[in-house]
């Protein structure tokens, strides 16, 4: 009878291979992360809709506030175009983080994520990816919505550094919601439950805020909350990059409440999609 003599040279490092519950190298976990990125944003090309329905609204909301309300709204310093479009960048990324949550959801309901759960990948891994993937969505966003309001008379009032460090602001707060709505998709678990709860979230946020009109013009008990969320905060550090002022204290105040932000959500969706 033949024998098989096995060489040890030839099997050393090819044990059993890492279950899903099994450490994985930081190394790792980042390549797992770009992964699932680059397969989101693939996704994104294969639903171009997905791109231009997230335009559509920003830019009806930049015609109508330029060309409807802009001329019953005076503010003083500056026109109302120059005045709005911070908060225009700032509303955009907040509506557009609802994307974060419902795409999550819907990965839930059609089972994608016990596949990626039964693959020996880090835990973090599908909501960093779409949560990078989202940032660089809103990266083509929020330049559109740039083109947009030259486009309607627009015009920074620092320079071109400051206005580029004022979408940096956006875009990392885009990044910071991102973390707060995976958390809600996950724990909703479908993607029309996900919309559903958003909107009671965003809504307050987005209008009770500097974003369209100053905060005096507001009843003083709406004025406390407005003044201190981090929609206002985040547009008012957006705003001084672009129309100047005083910036180091109000873009302080904006990154502390991003970085507070993801503390707080990021290992709060981690932990919710270990229990999924």
């Not at 005083?246 to 990021?266: D, E, H, Q, R």
Request: proline fraction near 6%; charge should be positive; include cysteine.
């Amino acid at each position: 009878m033949a024998t098989t003599t096995v060489d040890p040279a030839a099997t050393a490092g090819t044990g059993p291979a890492a279950g899903p519950g099994a450490p994985v190298a930081r190394h790792t976990a980042v390549a797992d992360a770009l992964t699932l990125t680059w397969r989101n944003l693939l996704n994104l090309r294969r639903k171009p809709q997905l791109i231009v329905f997230a335009t559509i609204q920003p830019v009806i909301f930049v015609l109508m506030f330029r060309f409807v309300f802009g001329g019953a709204i005076n503010v003083p310093g500056t026109s109302y175009v120059n005045y709005l479009m911070a908060g225009i960048f700032v509303q955009t990324v907040t509506f557009g983080a609802l994307s974060t949550g419902v795409g999550l959801a819907e990965d839930m309901t059609n089972g994608l994520i016990d596949r990626f759960r039964s693959l020996p990948m880090a835990r973090s891994a599908v909501l960093v990816g779409r949560t990078l993937a989202d940032l660089c969505r809103n990266v083509f966003v929020v330049a559109l919505m740039a083109v947009v309001g030259f486009l309607v008379g627009f015009r920074w009032e620092t320079n071109a550094l400051a206005f580029s460090a004022g979408l940096g602001v956006v875009l990392l707060f885009a990044f910071a919601l991102s973390w707060m709505f995976a958390f809600v998709g996950m724990t909703v678990g479908d993607a029309e439950t996900a919309q559903a709860a958003s909107f009671p979230i965003l809504a307050p946020l987005v209008f009770a805020s500097s974003a369209f009109v100053p905060l005096d013009t507001m009843p003083g008990w709406l004025q406390a909350f407005a003044e201190h969320q981090p929609v206002s905060i985040t547009v008012d550090a957006v705003r001084a990059l672009l129309l100047g002022g005083p910036t180091a204290g109000p873009v302080l105040k904006a990154l502390l409440w991003m970085v507070a932000i993801v503390a707080v959500f990021a290992p709060l969706a981690i932990a919710r999609y270990r229990r999924v």
